[in-house]
């Protein structure tokens, strides 16, 4: 009898809080499925909603900013952060930058690009075309702390 009331609560304040909060919005590119899964897992480990892409055209495409769907579109899709692979076929990281940072409605969304070669060169070009950080594969939960903190803020 005593029981009773105690175990009706399931839900924890947490979880409420995490659904409820307006969490920010990450769109991760990876051609690389493993990596693609990976970036997903580590950013809503840290209260990210994502949407994933496997490549830059498609990015483009849910960003709004293909050539078709220029003024369609543009601002359908609200994120927060884009972060993308460099090496990808077709497009890479480096060209999906450009074509946000191009974009009057995407230029101020912060693009991280990811890599696994470390080659100065490269980092300094993505840094120069506005890249908010450039960071070396594979990812790790720290690295997405980082990363949401300075969202957050």
Same mark, same amino acid.
């Given at each position: 009898?005593?029981?009773t009331g105690s175990s009706s609560s399931?839900?924890?304040?947490?979880?409420?809080?995490?659904?409820?909060?307006?969490?920010?919005?990450?769109?991760?590119?990876?051609?690389?499925?493993?990596d693609r899964k990976l970036v997903e897992?580590?950013?809503?480990?840290?209260?990210?909603?994502?949407?994933?892409?496997?490549?830059?055209?498609?990015?483009?495409?849910?960003?709004? =900013?293909?050539?078709?769907? %220029?003024?369609? /579109?543009?601002?359908?899709? +609200?994120?927060?952060? *884009?972060?993308?692979?460099? @090496?990808?076929?077709?497009?890479?990281?480096?060209?999906?930058?450009?074509?946000?940072?191009?974009?009057?409605?995407?230029?101020?969304?912060?693009?991280?690009?990811?890599?696994?070669?470390?080659?100065?060169?490269?980092?300094?070009?993505? =840094?120069?075309?506005?890249? %908010?950080?450039? /960071?070396?594969?594979?990812? +790790?939960?720290?690295? *997405?702390?980082?990363?949401? @903190?300075?969202?957050?803020?």
């Amino acid at each position: 009898m005593a029981s009773t009331g105690s175990s009706s609560s399931s839900w924890s304040s947490s979880n409420w809080v995490m659904e409820n909060a307006a969490a920010p919005h990450v769109l991760a590119v990876d051609d690389n499925l493993i990596d693609r899964k990976l970036v997903e897992k580590l950013l809503r480990n840290s209260s990210c909603k994502v949407t994933t892409a496997e490549n830059g055209p498609r990015a483009l495409e849910f960003l709004g =900013l293909t050539d078709s769907e %220029q003024n369609a /579109m543009n601002g359908r899709s +609200k994120v927060n952060l *884009v972060i993308t692979d460099y @090496c990808m076929p077709g497009m890479t990281g480096y060209e999906l930058l450009k074509k946000i940072k191009e974009s009057s409605s995407m230029k101020e969304v912060p693009v991280v690009i990811m890599s696994s070669e470390n080659i100065p060169t490269r980092i300094n070009q993505c =840094l120069e075309e506005g890249a %908010q950080m450039f /960071m070396l594969k594979p990812l +790790k939960q720290s690295d *997405v702390k980082k990363l949401t @903190c300075q969202l957050m803020n």
